[in-house]
């Protein structure tokens, strides 16, 4: 059973930073795909930074480019979502999502494209 359990979400002023991670089981990141999605209170889930390791391209939602970045500890099978800069509108709950599948740029930002969803982590920014 594959599971993705996240971690590091809080409290955090404006301007200031955390860095989520999304330790999984059950999940090998050998070929794969690793997606952050957030969904603000009231709003649809929408995906924020995206990573495919088959093409080794990266998408950002235009909101957190600059400001926000992906990575991953193979070994560890735990991927990170650093955030700097945090505004109030990054207040979400924040959700990683994997999937086996090698995605495209195009697509790599869309919630249907993966098979497997973490718990979500609440991030409030607000001072």
């Known amino acids: 059973e594959v599971q993705l359990v996240e971690s590091g979400g809080g409290l955090v002023q404006p301007g200031g930073s955390l860095r989520l991670s999304c330790a999984a089981s059950?999940?090998?990141?050998?070929?794969?795909?690793i997606g952050w999605f957030r969904q603000p209170p009231g709003m649809e889930r929408e995906g924020v930074v995206c990573?495919?390791?088959?093409?080794?391209?990266?998408y950002y939602s235009d909101s957190v480019k600059g400001r926000f970045t992906i990575s991953t500890d193979n070994a560890k099978d735990t991927a990170f979502l650093q955030m700097n800069s945090l505004k109030p509108e990054d207040t979400a709950v924040y959700f990683c999502a994997a999937t086996s599948r090698n995605l495209i740029l195009s697509t790599m930002g869309l919630m249907g494209e993966y098979n497997y969803w973490g718990q979500g982590t609440q991030v409030t920014v607000s001072s």
């Open positions: 990573f495919s390791s088959g093409s080794g391209d990266t």
């Open positions: 059950g999940f090998t990141f050998d070929d794969y795909a």
